[in-house]
């Protein structure tokens, strides 16, 4: 089984910064992708920031220049967070894809959620 563990949300105020940490952890043979979503209570999760497998970064219009997402090993991610608006307020989740050392060998998994609440 392949778990995320993530961390690094909480309260901050308007301006501050934040940053968020996912480790996968598991019967890993390799990882192609990592990301960071977010959610707020009745809206759909949306795509925050995206490292693939390339090393190409992806990012949200509403994040562009405030977020930097970094793969500091083969098994973490990181999220940046600078000049924290309150419309960044939601619950963060990682998510990661790649292969297993043991069958089925695809893997897609979410970890729990981190919240990042952020005051005006």
């Not at 979503?37 to 090393?55: C, H, I, T």
Request: hydrophobic share 35%.
């Amino acid at each position: 089984q392949v778990r995320l563990a993530e961390s690094g949300g909480g309260l901050v105020q308007a301006g501050g910064s934040l940053s968020l940490s996912c480790f996968a952890y598991g019967t890993i043979l390799s990882i192609d992708s990592m990301a960071w979503y977010r959610q707020a209570p009745g809206k759909q999760r949306e795509l925050v920031a995206e490292f693939l497998s390339d090393g190409t970064t992806n990012y949200a219009e509403s994040v562009q220049g405030r977020f930097t997402i970094s793969r500091d090993n083969k098994n973490t991610v990181d999220l940046q967070m600078n000049s924290l608006k309150p419309e960044d307020t939601a619950v963060y989740y990682c998510f990661a894809n790649g292969l297993k050392t043991v069958l089925p060998r695809p893997f897609e998994v979410w970890g729990q959620g981190t919240l990042v609440t952020v005051s005006s």
